[in-house]
């Protein structure tokens, strides 16, 4: 490590002045005049979107982009993925540079430090694709050349037996119609972890029938790489030629310890299952961009792309009871995603005032999935084995029409519609080949209007019919086993027939900005959805298997609120910002009975609240995220439980010069155990579960030089 180090610097040395520039009396604030650039963007576009930039996702050096994300106005992390309106799933679209995030991409093994800005869309726009029920979420990969530099990253973190090390390194330049930027980053954690999970089974009269506690104690390696590069060519004003190419790598490997008691009931037959995990996510893409100013003042772009993925996962399980070995099972998993994509727009002024915009948006991708499962064959124990897969080759077909234009001064309007298609054929063993298709269209309105008279008010609203895609695990008609089969842990099989779920959503919003920077705003959405997409447990006389079928409506109702004050605005010399906000949702899913029965686990509250002090040569900052719990009834017979989520970050950071600084972040402070249960009850009793799992204080301390280079 020390020798790669060595090395790394050398070379960015080699390319350095020699010399940091001498430091100024007083340095210009250039983060704060980027804010303000987004600031006056989100005031005068159109469209309803929030753009976080580069600056404000690396400010609390975090490890991933998904530790970032979660400080984003509207937005919250759970199980792993982000969520709008507290809808994941497939209802929160996440887009990599405009198009469709490919299968196994990992925000977790993805570094802020990579990305140039995050979109955050709350009303779907023709541009993107409607699957966006709850709004889309757009990451822009770094790609900004303004000067001839490289940047240098040393990162360690530890905390509760954790350690995590890191580093990233950046180069871009230009030479005259020529422009070039790199970046690579390595990042390694160590985090053990435990889980307690209590499950119990009553019967019909309310006796006790089963009672058992499993205490696991995991530990798991993390590592995950990124890799960047862009090439441009630009030989004239508005003519543009670039190359990119973007890897993403999260591969980890881990040990689990699962000690069984039975205080009730029949023995588990497991009491001790120890098991070995292993698994890899990659993605690579490529595309070729081409920008050309044409006559009359039109403009055509176009982009062709490449991808591939490939993800595996390994799983090793052995099971004794009283020293004899009951279970000795292997699972793998293998995931091939391949696709290309060309993707362009052509905008014309057919009208004077007028910004008219055509599109579109064709790809094929083949999906190949592989799941293999072996078990030996004990005294006691009936083995289940299967070596399953299918492959599917999808085509997917999109255009759209958009017009912007003001039709008085202080008051404008966008108008768009899209059009999307979708066709799959699959083939695979054990189940015949099968077609599956949709086609959605979907009309959009969005206007803002400046309050007369009040320069810095203005009101919102937008008019739009989105969608949710049937995910393609759901459409494929395989069948999936479990370890061990319950009602609250059933088999899964796919269903070729379903429909994507159709939205109809009313947004509104009014903001507030200050004269001397920053806003408030307070907004409300309704989204009506039919062709609810919910699974239904069943027992098949063997068995107890879960399916998806259509099957009802739904309605999604929020209130969000948002803050940015800076002191000044208040009246002080002080240079802190405060932010805040909260955001309430109500959902209703009308085929499964009340109470609590929201939309995909749906939490009422969230909220965000932070203030940062940006000093010449000391910066800090402290961040609370809350988002609530409680129980959500996902079936006739099921019911889930998540318990709220408290999270407090801080961070400090000092500079030595205007090019070296030293940043220190502490995460977690609060450490909250980790809560949930289910329950399913129906005529024979009544099954749950409830789980307690650590958390635990991390910190981490991070150099950071910026090299200017000649």
């Known amino acids: 490590m020390n020798k790669t180090l060595a090395a790394v610097l050398a070379v960015l040395s080699s390319a350095a002045t020699g010399q940091e520039a001498p430091t100024p009396a007083d340095p210009p604030p250039a983060v704060v005049e980027v804010k303000a650039n987004a600031d006056t963007l989100r005031k005068n576009d159109t469209a309803s979107r929030v753009v976080v930039t580069h600056e404000e996702l690396v400010k609390y050096g975090d490890r991933s982009a998904l530790d970032a994300m979660k400080r984003l106005p509207g937005v919250t992390v759970s199980d792993g993925g982000v969520r709008m309106r507290g809808l994941g799933g497939g209802y929160t679209q996440l887009l990599v540079d405009g198009e469709r995030a490919p299968a196994g991409f990992s925000l977790e093994a993805l570094a802020p430090e990579a990305i140039e800005k ?37 990162g360690y973190g530890g905390g509760a037996g954790s350690r995590s090390p890191g580093i990233t390194v950046g180069r871009s330049g ?37 009672l058992r506690e499993t205490r696991t104690q995991y530990r798991q390696l993390f590592t995950s790489i990124n890799a960047n590069a862009r090439l441009g060519w630009t030989p004239r004003a508005g003519d543009s030629l670039t190359w990119q190419a973007f890897f993403n790598r999260g591969s980890f490997d881990g040990s689990e310890d699962n000690r069984t008691t039975t205080l009730a009931g029949p023995a588990y037959p497991y009491p001790y299952l120890p098991a070995a995990l292993a698994g890899d996510a990659t993605s690579l893409r490529s595309d070729v961009a081409l920008a050309r100013r044409l006559e009359g003042g039109a403009r055509l772009e176009a ?8 993800n595996t996962r390994n799983i090793a399980r052995q099971a004794y009871r009283a020293d004899r070995l009951v279970l000795d099972a292997f699972d793998a998993g293998d995931i091939h ?93 054990g189940f015949a080949p099968t077609r599956a298709r949709y086609q959605v269209f979907s009309p959009l309105a969005q206007t803002l209007w400046k309050i007369p008279g009040a320069q810095q008010d203005q009101l919102r609203l937008a008019l739009s019919r989105t969608y949710r895609a049937p995910p393609i695990s759901r459409l494929i008609p395989n069948y999936f086993y479990t370890t061990f089969n319950s009602e609250v842990s059933p088999d899964y099989m796919g269903n070729p027939r379903l ?85 309430r949702n109500w959902s209703r899913v009308d085929a499964v009975p009340g109470p609590g029965n929201r939309l995909d686990r749906q939490p009422r509250w969230s909220a965000n609240l932070g203030a940062d002090y940006g000093g010449p040569t000391i910066a800090a900052g402290a961040s609370f995220s809350f988002v609530s719990g409680g129980w959500t009834r996902t079936s006739i017979f099921q019911s889930a439980y998540g318990g709220s989520t408290r999270d407090l970050d801080a961070f400090a950071l000092y500079k030595f010069s205007p090019l070296r600084q030293l940043r220190f972040t502490a995460s977690n402070l609060l450490a909250p155990s980790r809560l949930g249960a289910s329950r399913y009850a129906d005529e024979r009793g009544v099954q749950q579960s409830a789980t307690v799992g650590s958390s635990y204080r991390t910190w981490r301390l991070q150099y950071e030089h910026q090299f200017q280079v000649k």
Not at 122 to 139: C, D, F, K, L, P
Not at 184 to 210: C, I, M, N, Q
Request: net charge neutral.
């Open 174 to 210: 230009k030479r005259g119609d020529l422009s070039h930027t790199l970046g690579a980053s390595v990042a390694r954690s160590e985090r053990p972890s435990w889980l307690v999970d209590r499950e119990s089974s009553t019967l019909p009269d309310g006796r006790l029938d089963e």
């Open 499 to 583: 429909r994507p779920e159709l939205a109809t959503g009313i947004d509104a919003a009014y903001e507030h900005y200050f004269t001397a920077g920053g806003l408030v705003s307070v907004s409300a959405s309704t989204r009506a959805i039919r062709d609810f997409i919910r699974s239904t447990v069943r027992f098949d006389g063997l068995r107890w298997v879960s399916a998806p079928v259509n099957q009802g409506r739904a309605r999604v109702d929020s209130l969000a609120f948002e803050a940015k004050l800076p002191m000044k605005t208040l009246g002080s010399t002080l240079p802190v910002e405060l932010r805040a906000n909260v955001s």
């Open 337 to 429: 995603d391949k696709g290309v994509t060309s993707t362009g727009k052509y905008l014309v002024p057919l009208i004077e005032g007028h910004a008219f915009a055509f599109g579109w948006d064709v790809g094929r991708s083949r999906y190949e999935q592989r799941d293999l499962r072996t078990e030996r064959a004990l005294a006691g124990n009936l083995p289940i084995n299967f070596d399953n897969g299918f492959d599917a080759t999808i085509d997917r077909v999109a255009a759209y029409a958009q017009d912007e234009w003001d039709l008085r001064p202080g008051w404008s309007v966008y108008l768009g519609a899209r059009w999307e298609g979708m066709r799959m054929h699959t083939t695979g063993d």
């Open 118 to 154: 995050i979109e955050v869309v709350r009303a779907a726009t023709a541009e993107y694709s409607t699957q966006s029920i709850a709004g889309t979420i757009n990451i822009i990969l770094r790609k900004t050349v303004n000067k001839d530099s490289g940047e240098l990253k040393l």
């Open 303 to 310: 982009k062709l792309a490449l991808s591939a993925s490939h």
